[in-house]
Protein backbone atom coordinates (compact mmCIF):
# COMPACT_ATOMS: atom_id res chain seq x y z
CA UNK A 1 0.00 0.00 0.00
CA UNK A 2 1.16 3.45 -1.06
CA UNK A 3 2.11 5.83 1.81
CA UNK A 4 -0.71 8.41 2.92
CA UNK A 5 0.84 11.41 1.14
CA UNK A 6 0.94 9.74 -2.12
CA UNK A 7 -2.26 7.77 -2.03
CA UNK A 8 -4.17 11.32 -1.33
CA UNK A 9 -2.42 12.84 -4.45
CA UNK A 10 -3.89 9.71 -6.81
CA UNK A 11 -7.22 9.86 -5.85
CA UNK A 12 -7.00 13.88 -5.94
CA UNK A 13 -5.58 13.61 -9.63
CA UNK A 14 -7.82 10.52 -10.66
CA UNK A 15 -10.73 12.72 -9.17
CA UNK A 16 -10.08 15.29 -10.92
CA UNK A 17 -9.74 13.60 -14.30
CA UNK A 18 -13.22 12.44 -13.85
CA UNK A 19 -14.82 15.92 -12.85
CA UNK A 20 -13.01 17.27 -16.12
CA UNK A 21 -14.48 14.32 -18.12
CA UNK A 22 -18.28 13.83 -16.66
CA UNK A 23 -18.86 16.76 -14.19
CA UNK A 24 -19.71 16.88 -10.55
CA UNK A 25 -22.81 15.03 -10.88
CA UNK A 26 -21.70 11.91 -12.46
CA UNK A 27 -18.11 11.04 -10.38
CA UNK A 28 -19.22 7.78 -9.00
CA UNK A 29 -17.12 6.84 -5.93
CA UNK A 30 -17.63 3.15 -6.29
CA UNK A 31 -16.10 3.74 -9.82
CA UNK A 32 -13.83 5.84 -8.27
CA UNK A 33 -12.43 3.26 -5.94
CA UNK A 34 -12.14 0.74 -8.28
CA UNK A 35 -10.23 2.31 -10.56
CA UNK A 36 -7.72 3.58 -8.47
CA UNK A 37 -7.68 0.22 -6.69
CA UNK A 38 -8.09 0.92 -2.81
CA UNK A 39 -11.72 0.04 -0.46
CA UNK A 40 -14.23 2.13 -0.27
CA UNK A 41 -13.30 1.94 3.54
CA UNK A 42 -10.02 3.41 2.37
CA UNK A 43 -11.30 5.90 0.19
CA UNK A 44 -13.13 7.70 3.24
CA UNK A 45 -9.86 7.70 5.81
CA UNK A 46 -9.01 10.28 3.54
CA UNK A 47 -11.95 12.14 1.96
CA UNK A 48 -14.72 12.30 4.23
CA UNK A 49 -17.04 13.37 1.51
CA UNK A 50 -17.57 14.07 -2.34
CA UNK A 51 -18.08 17.71 -1.52
CA UNK A 52 -14.74 17.91 0.30
CA UNK A 53 -12.94 15.98 -2.85
CA UNK A 54 -14.43 18.26 -5.56
CA UNK A 55 -13.82 21.52 -3.35
CA UNK A 56 -10.43 19.83 -2.81
CA UNK A 57 -9.56 19.42 -6.80
CA UNK A 58 -10.87 22.94 -7.71
CA UNK A 59 -8.65 24.50 -4.76
CA UNK A 60 -5.50 22.64 -6.66
CA UNK A 61 -6.59 22.54 -10.28
CA UNK A 62 -6.68 26.72 -9.43
CA UNK A 63 -3.14 26.51 -8.14
CA UNK A 64 -1.79 25.06 -11.03
CA UNK A 65 -3.24 27.74 -12.84
CA UNK A 66 -1.51 30.12 -10.97
CA UNK A 67 1.51 28.44 -11.09
CA UNK A 68 0.84 28.61 -15.04
CA UNK A 69 0.04 32.02 -15.28
CA UNK A 70 3.32 33.09 -13.11
CA UNK A 71 5.56 31.42 -15.39
CA UNK A 72 4.11 33.36 -18.63
CA UNK A 73 4.70 36.56 -16.61
CA UNK A 74 8.13 36.23 -15.99
CA UNK A 75 8.86 35.16 -19.72
CA UNK A 76 6.71 38.35 -20.64
CA UNK A 77 8.91 40.94 -18.05
CA UNK A 78 11.97 39.08 -19.57
CA UNK A 79 10.91 39.29 -23.48
CA UNK A 80 11.65 41.79 -25.88
CA UNK A 81 9.85 43.26 -29.07
CA UNK A 82 9.57 40.34 -30.78
CA UNK A 83 8.71 37.98 -28.10
CA UNK A 84 6.19 40.37 -25.95
CA UNK A 85 3.32 39.43 -28.44
CA UNK A 86 3.72 36.32 -28.36
CA UNK A 87 4.31 35.44 -25.22
CA UNK A 88 0.70 37.82 -24.13
CA UNK A 89 -0.94 35.66 -26.50
CA UNK A 90 0.57 32.90 -24.37
CA UNK A 91 -1.21 33.91 -21.14
CA UNK A 92 -4.51 34.54 -22.93
CA UNK A 93 -4.45 31.27 -24.28
CA UNK A 94 -4.03 29.64 -21.20
CA UNK A 95 -6.25 32.01 -19.15
CA UNK A 96 -9.06 30.66 -22.01
CA UNK A 97 -8.38 27.35 -21.29
CA UNK A 98 -8.50 27.51 -17.74
CA UNK A 99 -11.59 29.68 -18.14
CA UNK A 100 -13.75 27.41 -20.55
CA UNK A 101 -12.54 24.24 -18.58
CA UNK A 102 -13.60 25.70 -15.40
CA UNK A 103 -16.81 27.05 -16.72
CA UNK A 104 -17.59 23.27 -18.18
CA UNK A 105 -16.79 21.91 -14.81
CA UNK A 106 -18.82 24.58 -12.47
CA UNK A 107 -22.27 24.20 -14.25
CA UNK A 108 -25.15 27.04 -12.77
CA UNK A 109 -26.37 24.24 -10.95
CA UNK A 110 -22.48 23.20 -9.30
CA UNK A 111 -22.51 27.06 -8.40
CA UNK A 112 -25.40 27.50 -6.32
CA UNK A 113 -23.95 24.12 -4.48
CA UNK A 114 -20.74 25.30 -4.13
CA UNK A 115 -20.91 29.11 -3.21
CA UNK A 116 -17.34 29.58 -2.12
CA UNK A 117 -16.08 28.21 -4.87
CA UNK A 118 -17.63 30.92 -6.84
CA UNK A 119 -16.21 33.21 -4.59
CA UNK A 120 -12.41 32.17 -5.06
CA UNK A 121 -12.36 32.17 -8.64
CA UNK A 122 -13.61 35.95 -8.34
CA UNK A 123 -10.93 36.79 -6.20
CA UNK A 124 -8.49 34.78 -7.55
CA UNK A 125 -8.88 36.45 -11.22
CA UNK A 126 -9.08 40.02 -9.77
CA UNK A 127 -5.58 39.24 -8.13
CA UNK A 128 -4.08 37.58 -11.12
CA UNK A 129 -4.98 40.74 -12.91
CA UNK A 130 -3.81 42.87 -10.43
CA UNK A 131 -0.50 41.20 -9.59
CA UNK A 132 0.37 41.56 -13.44
CA UNK A 133 -1.48 43.96 -15.15
CA UNK A 134 0.52 46.97 -14.77
CA UNK A 135 3.92 45.18 -14.69
CA UNK A 136 2.57 43.57 -18.30
CA UNK A 137 1.71 47.31 -19.42
CA UNK A 138 4.61 48.99 -17.72
CA UNK A 139 6.82 45.99 -20.06
CA UNK A 140 5.12 46.67 -23.55
CA UNK A 141 5.54 50.39 -22.78
CA UNK A 142 9.27 50.52 -22.25
CA UNK A 143 9.37 48.20 -25.48
CA UNK A 144 7.91 50.69 -27.17
CA UNK A 145 4.51 48.43 -27.97
CA UNK A 146 2.01 50.13 -26.23
CA UNK A 147 0.74 53.46 -25.91
CA UNK A 148 1.83 55.95 -23.32
CA UNK A 149 -0.89 57.88 -23.33
CA UNK A 150 -4.06 55.45 -22.33
CA UNK A 151 -5.07 55.84 -19.18
CA UNK A 152 -3.77 52.49 -16.42
CA UNK A 153 -6.99 52.18 -15.00
CA UNK A 154 -9.58 52.32 -17.48
CA UNK A 155 -7.87 49.49 -19.58
CA UNK A 156 -7.53 47.69 -15.96
CA UNK A 157 -11.07 48.38 -15.92
CA UNK A 158 -11.78 46.81 -19.32
CA UNK A 159 -9.58 43.60 -18.94
CA UNK A 160 -11.02 42.98 -15.47
CA UNK A 161 -15.03 43.60 -15.90
CA UNK A 162 -14.58 41.29 -19.33
CA UNK A 163 -12.93 38.57 -17.75
CA UNK A 164 -14.85 38.63 -14.26
CA UNK A 165 -18.36 38.49 -16.90
CA UNK A 166 -16.50 35.68 -19.30
CA UNK A 167 -18.39 33.04 -17.49
CA UNK A 168 -22.31 34.38 -17.96
CA UNK A 169 -21.59 34.65 -21.56
CA UNK A 170 -19.71 31.63 -21.77
CA UNK A 171 -22.93 30.07 -20.84
CA UNK A 172 -24.85 32.00 -23.25
CA UNK A 173 -23.19 31.44 -25.96
CA UNK A 174 -24.95 29.74 -28.82
CA UNK A 175 -23.87 28.47 -32.86
CA UNK A 176 -23.55 31.81 -34.03
CA UNK A 177 -21.34 33.55 -31.63
CA UNK A 178 -18.75 31.56 -30.44
CA UNK A 179 -15.98 31.71 -27.80
CA UNK A 180 -13.49 32.11 -29.77
CA UNK A 181 -15.10 34.61 -32.01
CA UNK A 182 -15.62 36.62 -28.57
CA UNK A 183 -11.99 36.87 -27.92
CA UNK A 184 -11.07 37.73 -31.74
CA UNK A 185 -13.49 40.40 -31.85
CA UNK A 186 -12.70 41.29 -28.24
CA UNK A 187 -8.65 41.60 -28.60
CA UNK A 188 -8.90 43.08 -32.14
CA UNK A 189 -10.85 45.86 -30.79
CA UNK A 190 -8.40 45.79 -27.63
CA UNK A 191 -4.86 46.10 -29.08
CA UNK A 192 -6.16 48.11 -31.92
CA UNK A 193 -6.42 50.86 -28.94
CA UNK A 194 -3.52 49.83 -27.09
CA UNK A 195 -0.78 49.57 -29.67
CA UNK A 196 1.63 51.89 -30.59
CA UNK A 197 0.85 52.37 -34.65
CA UNK A 198 3.61 51.53 -36.28
CA UNK A 199 3.37 47.64 -34.91
CA UNK A 200 -0.21 47.27 -35.62
CA UNK A 201 0.16 45.01 -38.95
CA UNK A 202 3.56 43.17 -37.34
CA UNK A 203 0.95 41.71 -34.74
CA UNK A 204 -2.95 41.53 -36.03
CA UNK A 205 -1.80 38.44 -38.04
CA UNK A 206 -1.04 36.74 -34.70
CA UNK A 207 -4.20 37.87 -33.39
CA UNK A 208 -6.55 36.19 -36.52
CA UNK A 209 -4.24 33.34 -36.57
CA UNK A 210 -4.56 32.13 -32.89
CA UNK A 211 -7.50 29.88 -32.19
CA UNK A 212 -8.86 29.83 -29.13
CA UNK A 213 -10.99 27.40 -28.77
CA UNK A 214 -10.29 24.48 -26.58
Same mark, same amino acid.
Given at each position: ???? #???L ?7 T?? +???? %? !? ?9 D?? %? ?14 F ?8 Y?E? +???G??? #? ?7 N ?5 P??M?I ?9 T ?13 ? #? ?10 ? #?????F ?5 ? %???? %? ?10 L???I !? ?6 K??I ?19 L ?9 K?? !????V???S?E?
Amino acid at each position: MKDK #QNLLEIIITEATNV +FLEK %G !YKNLNVDELVDQI %GISKATFYKYIPSKEFLFEECIRRYLEK +FKKGIRS #QINRILKSNKETFFPFFMDIIKISNNFLATITTLISPRVEKRFP #QIRVKLQELTKK #QIESSFYSIIKK %GREL %GLIKKDIDDEVLYFII !YTTLTNLKSFIHRQNKEFTLENFFKDYFFILFNGILVNEIKNL !YYPQVISISYEK
